[in-house]
Protein backbone atom coordinates (compact mmCIF):
# COMPACT_ATOMS: atom_id res chain seq x y z
CA UNK A 1 0.00 0.00 0.00
CA UNK A 2 1.22 3.77 -0.96
CA UNK A 3 2.14 6.40 1.59
CA UNK A 4 -1.28 8.32 0.57
CA UNK A 5 -3.66 5.42 0.68
CA UNK A 6 -2.06 4.14 4.05
CA UNK A 7 -2.30 7.83 6.05
CA UNK A 8 -5.10 9.33 4.22
CA UNK A 9 -7.38 8.59 6.59
CA UNK A 10 -5.83 10.55 8.88
CA UNK A 11 -7.12 13.72 6.69
CA UNK A 12 -10.81 13.94 8.04
CA UNK A 13 -10.97 17.09 5.69
CA UNK A 14 -9.99 14.59 2.25
CA UNK A 15 -12.80 12.52 2.63
CA UNK A 16 -16.05 14.95 0.90
CA UNK A 17 -17.45 15.18 -2.72
CA UNK A 18 -17.25 17.91 -5.00
CA UNK A 19 -19.29 18.62 -7.48
CA UNK A 20 -20.39 14.64 -6.84
CA UNK A 21 -17.35 13.43 -7.20
CA UNK A 22 -14.50 12.39 -4.79
CA UNK A 23 -12.07 15.36 -3.47
CA UNK A 24 -8.89 15.38 -4.98
CA UNK A 25 -6.75 17.82 -3.47
CA UNK A 26 -4.01 19.18 -5.05
CA UNK A 27 -3.28 22.62 -3.63
CA UNK A 28 -0.90 22.08 -1.12
CA UNK A 29 1.56 24.32 -2.20
CA UNK A 30 -0.39 26.98 -1.27
CA UNK A 31 -1.58 25.50 1.60
CA UNK A 32 -1.69 21.82 3.18
CA UNK A 33 -4.28 19.80 5.18
CA UNK A 34 -3.74 18.91 8.60
CA UNK A 35 -3.91 15.53 10.51
CA UNK A 36 -6.39 14.49 13.40
CA UNK A 37 -3.41 14.10 15.48
CA UNK A 38 -2.45 17.74 14.56
CA UNK A 39 -5.78 18.64 15.06
CA UNK A 40 -6.10 16.51 18.42
CA UNK A 41 -2.88 18.42 19.75
CA UNK A 42 -3.98 21.68 19.14
CA UNK A 43 -7.60 20.90 21.08
CA UNK A 44 -6.28 19.24 23.78
CA UNK A 45 -3.99 22.13 24.72
CA UNK A 46 -7.00 24.37 24.54
CA UNK A 47 -9.00 22.25 26.94
CA UNK A 48 -6.39 21.50 29.31
CA UNK A 49 -3.27 23.30 29.60
CA UNK A 50 -4.30 26.88 28.16
CA UNK A 51 -2.33 30.32 29.72
CA UNK A 52 -0.51 33.10 28.72
CA UNK A 53 3.27 31.99 28.67
CA UNK A 54 6.66 33.00 30.27
CA UNK A 55 5.19 35.17 33.56
CA UNK A 56 2.63 33.22 35.52
CA UNK A 57 3.27 31.64 38.51
CA UNK A 58 0.33 29.50 38.21
CA UNK A 59 0.20 25.81 37.28
CA UNK A 60 -1.24 25.91 33.68
CA UNK A 61 0.85 28.98 33.25
CA UNK A 62 3.57 27.07 33.84
CA UNK A 63 2.36 23.99 31.42
CA UNK A 64 1.60 26.23 28.70
CA UNK A 65 5.11 27.76 28.76
CA UNK A 66 6.50 24.22 28.98
CA UNK A 67 4.89 23.15 26.04
CA UNK A 68 5.35 26.17 24.08
CA UNK A 69 9.26 25.60 24.89
CA UNK A 70 9.05 21.83 23.94
CA UNK A 71 7.46 22.82 20.36
CA UNK A 72 10.75 25.35 20.25
CA UNK A 73 12.98 22.69 20.71
CA UNK A 74 10.78 19.65 18.13
CA UNK A 75 11.45 22.57 15.56
CA UNK A 76 15.42 22.63 16.41
CA UNK A 77 15.56 18.85 16.44
CA UNK A 78 13.74 18.83 13.04
CA UNK A 79 15.64 21.00 11.37
CA UNK A 80 18.89 19.95 13.10
CA UNK A 81 19.49 23.78 14.84
CA UNK A 82 22.48 24.20 16.87
CA UNK A 83 20.22 26.02 19.85
CA UNK A 84 17.11 27.11 20.48
CA UNK A 85 18.14 30.45 20.56
CA UNK A 86 18.59 30.53 16.58
CA UNK A 87 14.35 29.33 16.63
CA UNK A 88 11.97 32.01 16.50
CA UNK A 89 8.68 31.70 15.79
CA UNK A 90 6.95 33.78 13.66
CA UNK A 91 3.56 34.37 11.91
CA UNK A 92 4.66 32.52 8.73
CA UNK A 93 7.34 32.38 5.98
CA UNK A 94 6.13 36.26 4.61
CA UNK A 95 6.84 37.51 8.57
CA UNK A 96 10.40 35.92 9.16
CA UNK A 97 11.84 37.03 5.73
CA UNK A 98 10.77 40.23 6.61
CA UNK A 99 12.22 40.56 9.94
CA UNK A 100 15.56 39.10 7.89
CA UNK A 101 15.21 41.86 5.45
CA UNK A 102 14.44 44.82 7.90
CA UNK A 103 16.52 43.45 10.66
CA UNK A 104 19.57 41.68 9.28
CA UNK A 105 19.44 44.19 6.01
CA UNK A 106 19.56 47.58 8.12
CA UNK A 107 22.99 46.25 9.79
CA UNK A 108 24.81 44.66 7.58
CA UNK A 109 23.74 46.48 4.01
CA UNK A 110 24.98 49.90 2.97
CA UNK A 111 24.81 51.91 -0.26
CA UNK A 112 26.00 49.91 -3.36
CA UNK A 113 25.62 46.42 -1.77
CA UNK A 114 24.49 43.57 -3.78
CA UNK A 115 21.29 41.35 -3.07
CA UNK A 116 21.26 38.18 -5.25
CA UNK A 117 17.81 37.10 -6.33
CA UNK A 118 16.24 34.92 -8.53
CA UNK A 119 13.44 35.48 -11.34
CA UNK A 120 11.50 32.20 -9.46
CA UNK A 121 10.92 33.94 -6.07
CA UNK A 122 7.53 34.22 -4.21
CA UNK A 123 6.91 37.56 -3.53
CA UNK A 124 7.46 36.99 0.12
CA UNK A 125 11.58 36.58 -0.88
CA UNK A 126 11.49 39.51 -3.41
CA UNK A 127 9.54 42.64 -2.35
CA UNK A 128 11.52 42.55 1.48
CA UNK A 129 14.46 42.88 -0.34
CA UNK A 130 12.63 45.91 -2.66
CA UNK A 131 12.15 47.60 0.04
CA UNK A 132 15.35 46.88 1.83
CA UNK A 133 17.23 47.89 -1.37
CA UNK A 134 15.37 51.30 -1.82
CA UNK A 135 15.72 52.09 1.91
CA UNK A 136 19.48 51.33 1.53
CA UNK A 137 20.56 52.36 -2.02
CA UNK A 138 21.28 49.09 -2.64
CA UNK A 139 21.62 47.06 -5.77
CA UNK A 140 19.44 44.17 -6.29
CA UNK A 141 20.88 41.59 -9.02
CA UNK A 142 18.98 38.48 -10.37
CA UNK A 143 20.35 35.13 -11.11
CA UNK A 144 19.23 33.79 -14.36
CA UNK A 145 17.19 30.73 -14.96
CA UNK A 146 18.40 27.79 -17.52
CA UNK A 147 15.93 27.04 -20.22
CA UNK A 148 13.89 24.66 -17.99
CA UNK A 149 13.87 27.07 -14.90
CA UNK A 150 16.82 26.03 -12.66
CA UNK A 151 18.78 28.38 -11.43
CA UNK A 152 22.38 29.76 -13.97
CA UNK A 153 24.93 28.21 -10.99
CA UNK A 154 27.33 30.05 -14.00
CA UNK A 155 25.51 33.14 -13.94
CA UNK A 156 25.81 33.25 -10.25
CA UNK A 157 29.11 32.83 -9.62
CA UNK A 158 29.60 35.62 -12.24
CA UNK A 159 27.49 38.30 -10.70
CA UNK A 160 28.95 37.03 -7.12
CA UNK A 161 31.67 39.78 -5.63
CA UNK A 162 32.67 40.93 -2.74
CA UNK A 163 30.13 43.59 -3.32
CA UNK A 164 27.24 40.66 -2.59
CA UNK A 165 25.87 41.06 1.32
CA UNK A 166 22.97 38.82 0.42
CA UNK A 167 22.27 35.95 -1.35
CA UNK A 168 17.72 34.90 -1.07
CA UNK A 169 16.85 32.52 -2.40
CA UNK A 170 13.79 29.56 -2.13
CA UNK A 171 15.20 26.17 -1.42
CA UNK A 172 12.20 24.36 -3.39
CA UNK A 173 10.35 27.09 -5.70
CA UNK A 174 7.09 27.41 -5.47
CA UNK A 175 5.58 27.40 -9.59
CA UNK A 176 8.47 24.89 -11.06
CA UNK A 177 9.25 23.19 -8.40
CA UNK A 178 12.69 23.10 -8.27
CA UNK A 179 15.37 22.18 -6.20
CA UNK A 180 18.25 24.55 -6.04
CA UNK A 181 21.23 23.54 -4.72
CA UNK A 182 21.32 25.95 -1.70
CA UNK A 183 24.46 23.95 0.44
CA UNK A 184 26.98 24.81 -2.63
CA UNK A 185 25.63 28.19 -2.83
CA UNK A 186 25.63 29.02 0.77
CA UNK A 187 29.80 27.67 0.26
CA UNK A 188 30.13 30.15 -2.66
CA UNK A 189 28.65 32.56 -0.73
CA UNK A 190 30.34 32.69 2.33
CA UNK A 191 33.69 32.67 0.20
CA UNK A 192 32.71 36.06 -0.92
CA UNK A 193 31.63 37.50 2.47
CA UNK A 194 28.20 37.28 2.06
CA UNK A 195 25.26 35.78 3.85
CA UNK A 196 22.33 33.48 2.89
CA UNK A 197 18.66 33.79 3.22
CA UNK A 198 16.53 30.54 2.08
CA UNK A 199 12.84 30.47 1.58
CA UNK A 200 11.67 27.33 2.99
CA UNK A 201 8.23 27.31 2.40
CA UNK A 202 8.44 24.39 -0.49
CA UNK A 203 11.39 22.68 0.93
CA UNK A 204 10.47 21.16 4.36
CA UNK A 205 7.02 19.59 3.44
CA UNK A 206 8.82 17.43 1.43
CA UNK A 207 12.70 16.98 2.46
CA UNK A 208 14.78 16.35 5.42
CA UNK A 209 16.10 19.84 6.37
CA UNK A 210 19.45 20.17 8.11
CA UNK A 211 20.10 24.19 8.54
CA UNK A 212 23.95 23.09 9.95
CA UNK A 213 24.81 20.77 7.17
CA UNK A 214 23.35 23.54 4.57
CA UNK A 215 25.16 26.61 6.67
CA UNK A 216 22.59 28.67 6.21
CA UNK A 217 22.70 32.18 7.59
CA UNK A 218 18.83 31.70 8.05
CA UNK A 219 16.01 29.35 7.01
CA UNK A 220 12.51 30.51 6.68
CA UNK A 221 9.49 28.15 6.57
CA UNK A 222 5.58 27.89 7.02
CA UNK A 223 3.43 25.48 9.45
CA UNK A 224 0.47 25.58 7.23
CA UNK A 225 2.83 24.42 4.32
CA UNK A 226 4.31 21.25 6.18
CA UNK A 227 0.88 19.49 7.62
CA UNK A 228 0.21 21.98 10.72
CA UNK A 229 -2.01 25.25 11.62
CA UNK A 230 -1.85 28.77 9.61
CA UNK A 231 -0.10 31.83 11.87
CA UNK A 232 3.34 30.01 13.08
CA UNK A 233 6.18 29.51 11.34
CA UNK A 234 9.48 29.92 12.09
CA UNK A 235 13.03 32.21 11.64
CA UNK A 236 15.82 30.00 12.03
CA UNK A 237 18.76 32.55 12.24
CA UNK A 238 22.73 31.46 13.31
CA UNK A 239 22.60 33.17 16.72
CA UNK A 240 25.95 35.61 16.19
CA UNK A 241 23.70 37.30 13.38
CA UNK A 242 20.48 37.15 15.57
CA UNK A 243 22.68 38.46 18.33
CA UNK A 244 23.67 41.27 16.07
CA UNK A 245 19.88 41.95 15.25
CA UNK A 246 17.55 44.61 16.88
CA UNK A 247 13.99 43.34 17.17
CA UNK A 248 11.21 44.17 14.64
CA UNK A 249 8.24 44.43 16.73
CA UNK A 250 8.04 45.81 20.34
CA UNK A 251 6.62 45.61 23.82
CA UNK A 252 5.91 42.93 26.21
CA UNK A 253 7.82 39.61 26.02
CA UNK A 254 10.63 40.57 24.27
CA UNK A 255 11.99 43.40 27.03
CA UNK A 256 14.53 42.95 29.76
CA UNK A 257 13.50 46.21 31.31
CA UNK A 258 11.64 49.27 30.55
CA UNK A 259 12.52 52.26 31.78
CA UNK A 260 10.72 55.70 31.10
CA UNK A 261 12.89 56.53 27.78
CA UNK A 262 14.49 53.23 27.12
CA UNK A 263 14.10 49.77 27.28
CA UNK A 264 16.38 46.77 27.19
CA UNK A 265 15.86 43.84 25.62
CA UNK A 266 14.98 39.96 26.53
CA UNK A 267 17.61 37.09 25.09
CA UNK A 268 17.11 35.10 22.24
CA UNK A 269 14.83 33.95 21.12
CA UNK A 270 12.42 35.69 23.17
CA UNK A 271 13.94 39.01 21.92
CA UNK A 272 12.12 38.52 18.60
CA UNK A 273 8.76 37.38 19.67
CA UNK A 274 6.71 40.82 21.25
CA UNK A 275 3.50 40.25 22.55
CA UNK A 276 1.44 37.13 22.92
CA UNK A 277 2.65 34.34 21.02
CA UNK A 278 0.71 31.91 18.86
CA UNK A 279 0.65 28.94 21.68
CA UNK A 280 -1.97 26.86 20.13
CA UNK A 281 0.21 27.45 16.35
CA UNK A 282 3.19 26.44 18.12
CA UNK A 283 1.80 23.06 19.40
CA UNK A 284 0.17 22.39 16.57
CA UNK A 285 3.39 22.86 14.38
CA UNK A 286 5.31 20.95 16.83
CA UNK A 287 2.72 18.03 16.40
CA UNK A 288 2.80 18.08 12.82
CA UNK A 289 7.20 17.68 13.08
CA UNK A 290 5.66 14.68 15.10
CA UNK A 291 3.40 13.36 12.68
CA UNK A 292 6.40 13.74 9.56
CA UNK A 293 8.90 12.27 12.08
CA UNK A 294 6.60 9.02 12.31
CA UNK A 295 6.73 8.85 8.77
CA UNK A 296 9.73 10.08 7.69
CA UNK A 297 10.76 12.59 5.47
CA UNK A 298 12.84 10.40 3.87
CA UNK A 299 9.77 8.14 2.60
CA UNK A 300 7.16 11.03 1.96
CA UNK A 301 10.28 12.28 -0.47
CA UNK A 302 10.26 8.74 -2.01
CA UNK A 303 6.06 8.51 -1.80
CA UNK A 304 5.96 11.59 -3.97
CA UNK A 305 8.57 11.27 -6.03
CA UNK A 306 7.16 8.39 -6.91
CA UNK A 307 4.02 10.08 -8.12
CA UNK A 308 6.04 12.54 -10.04
CA UNK A 309 7.81 9.83 -11.78
CA UNK A 310 4.04 8.72 -13.45
CA UNK A 311 2.24 11.72 -13.46
CA UNK A 312 4.67 14.04 -15.26
CA UNK A 313 5.07 12.18 -18.38
CA UNK A 314 1.29 10.99 -18.83
CA UNK A 315 0.56 15.14 -18.08
CA UNK A 316 3.58 15.94 -20.94
CA UNK A 317 2.46 13.61 -23.38
CA UNK A 318 -1.46 15.38 -23.50
CA UNK A 319 -1.07 17.02 -26.69
CA UNK A 320 -1.94 20.71 -26.70
CA UNK A 321 -0.87 20.76 -22.84
CA UNK A 322 2.56 22.64 -21.78
CA UNK A 323 4.50 21.66 -18.79
CA UNK A 324 6.65 24.40 -17.25
CA UNK A 325 9.77 23.25 -15.21
CA UNK A 326 12.74 20.83 -15.36
CA UNK A 327 11.53 18.02 -18.34
CA UNK A 328 13.23 15.03 -15.45
CA UNK A 329 10.26 14.20 -12.60
CA UNK A 330 12.60 14.04 -10.26
CA UNK A 331 13.80 17.69 -10.54
CA UNK A 332 10.14 18.76 -9.36
CA UNK A 333 9.72 18.48 -5.88
CA UNK A 334 5.94 17.67 -5.56
CA UNK A 335 4.85 20.47 -7.90
CA UNK A 336 3.88 20.64 -11.53
CA UNK A 337 2.88 23.94 -13.36
CA UNK A 338 0.85 23.67 -16.05
CA UNK A 339 -1.20 25.28 -19.27
CA UNK A 340 -4.05 24.06 -21.44
CA UNK A 341 -3.08 25.81 -24.83
CA UNK A 342 -5.79 28.13 -25.48
CA UNK A 343 -7.78 28.04 -22.36
CA UNK A 344 -6.94 31.01 -19.54
CA UNK A 345 -5.59 29.19 -16.90
CA UNK A 346 -8.67 30.21 -14.64
CA UNK A 347 -11.20 28.13 -16.75
CA UNK A 348 -9.33 25.28 -16.75
CA UNK A 349 -9.19 25.35 -12.92
CA UNK A 350 -12.89 25.74 -13.10
CA UNK A 351 -13.29 23.28 -14.97
CA UNK A 352 -11.31 20.99 -13.52
CA UNK A 353 -12.86 21.92 -9.97
CA UNK A 354 -16.75 20.99 -11.66
CA UNK A 355 -14.95 17.22 -11.55
CA UNK A 356 -13.56 17.23 -8.27
CA UNK A 357 -10.04 18.36 -8.86
CA UNK A 358 -8.80 21.30 -6.79
CA UNK A 359 -5.64 23.11 -8.50
CA UNK A 360 -4.46 26.42 -8.40
CA UNK A 361 -4.88 28.86 -11.18
CA UNK A 362 -3.02 32.64 -11.05
CA UNK A 363 0.52 33.79 -11.13
CA UNK A 364 0.78 32.16 -7.52
CA UNK A 365 2.91 35.16 -6.16
CA UNK A 366 5.51 34.66 -8.44
CA UNK A 367 4.88 37.10 -11.07
CA UNK A 368 8.26 38.33 -12.05
CA UNK A 369 8.24 34.45 -13.05
CA UNK A 370 5.63 34.80 -15.20
CA UNK A 371 7.15 37.37 -17.56
CA UNK A 372 9.67 34.93 -17.80
CA UNK A 373 7.85 32.04 -18.50
CA UNK A 374 5.91 34.91 -21.14
CA UNK A 375 2.53 33.52 -19.72
CA UNK A 376 -0.29 35.55 -17.38
CA UNK A 377 -0.73 33.02 -15.30
CA UNK A 378 -0.36 29.21 -15.31
CA UNK A 379 -2.40 26.10 -13.50
CA UNK A 380 -0.18 24.30 -11.04
CA UNK A 381 -1.07 20.78 -9.04
CA UNK A 382 0.95 20.18 -6.00
CA UNK A 383 1.47 16.77 -4.48
CA UNK A 384 1.29 16.10 -0.62
CA UNK A 385 1.91 13.04 1.77
CA UNK A 386 -1.82 11.61 1.17
CA UNK A 387 -1.74 11.98 -2.42
CA UNK A 388 -2.87 8.55 -4.22
CA UNK A 389 -1.92 7.25 -7.74
CA UNK A 390 -5.79 7.26 -7.87
CA UNK A 391 -6.23 11.47 -7.13
CA UNK A 392 -3.68 11.46 -10.02
CA UNK A 393 -5.42 8.93 -12.18
CA UNK A 394 -8.25 11.51 -11.84
CA UNK A 395 -6.07 14.50 -12.62
CA UNK A 396 -5.00 13.24 -15.43
CA UNK A 397 -8.75 12.45 -16.92
CA UNK A 398 -10.01 15.85 -15.32
CA UNK A 399 -6.62 17.44 -17.76
CA UNK A 400 -8.01 15.62 -20.98
CA UNK A 401 -11.94 15.94 -20.27
CA UNK A 402 -11.38 20.14 -19.82
CA UNK A 403 -9.19 20.15 -22.86
CA UNK A 404 -11.84 18.14 -24.86
CA UNK A 405 -14.22 20.52 -23.12
CA UNK A 406 -13.43 23.82 -24.62
CA UNK A 407 -12.87 22.02 -27.56
CA UNK A 408 -15.90 20.69 -28.16
CA UNK A 409 -18.44 21.49 -25.74
CA UNK A 410 -18.71 17.49 -23.91
CA UNK A 411 -17.20 17.13 -20.35
C1 LIG B 1 8.18 29.71 -1.84
C2 LIG B 1 7.21 30.46 -0.94
N1 LIG B 1 7.69 31.44 -0.14
C3 LIG B 1 6.87 32.13 0.69
C4 LIG B 1 5.51 31.86 0.73
C5 LIG B 1 4.64 32.65 1.71
O1 LIG B 1 4.24 31.76 2.73
P1 LIG B 1 3.19 32.31 3.83
O2 LIG B 1 3.88 33.44 4.53
O3 LIG B 1 2.92 31.13 4.72
O4 LIG B 1 2.00 32.75 3.05
C6 LIG B 1 4.98 30.86 -0.09
C7 LIG B 1 3.49 30.61 -0.08
N2 LIG B 1 3.04 30.13 -1.36
C8 LIG B 1 1.79 30.10 -1.74
C9 LIG B 1 0.68 30.48 -1.09
O5 LIG B 1 -0.40 30.23 -1.92
N3 LIG B 1 0.05 29.70 -3.10
C10 LIG B 1 1.41 29.61 -3.01
O6 LIG B 1 2.17 29.19 -3.88
C11 LIG B 1 5.83 30.14 -0.93
O7 LIG B 1 5.38 29.15 -1.73
Known amino acids: ?86 VLFTRGTTTSLNWVA ?58 LSSKTKIV ?78 SPVEFGGEMIEFVHLYNSTWADLPWKFEAGTPNMTGAIGLSAAIDYLTTIGMTTIMQHEQALMADVLPRLQAIEGVTVFGPTSPSEHAGVIAFNIDGIHPHDVATAMDMQGVAVRAGHHCAQPLMKWLDVQATNRASLGLYTTQADLNQFIQAVIATKEFFQNGTI
Open 102 to 159: QSYGDVAVEAGDDILLSYAEHHANLVPWQQLAKRKQANLVYIDLDEEGRLDMTDFQTK
Open 1 to 86: MMLGDKRRNDFPILYQTVNDEPLVYLDNAATTQKPRQVLEAMSYYDEHDHANVHRGVHTLGARATEAYEAARENVRQFIHAHSTKE
Open 168 to 245: ALAHVTNVLGTIQPIKEIARLTHEVGGVIVVDGAQSVPHMAVDVQDLDVDFYAFSGHKMYGPTGIGVLYGKEKWLEQM
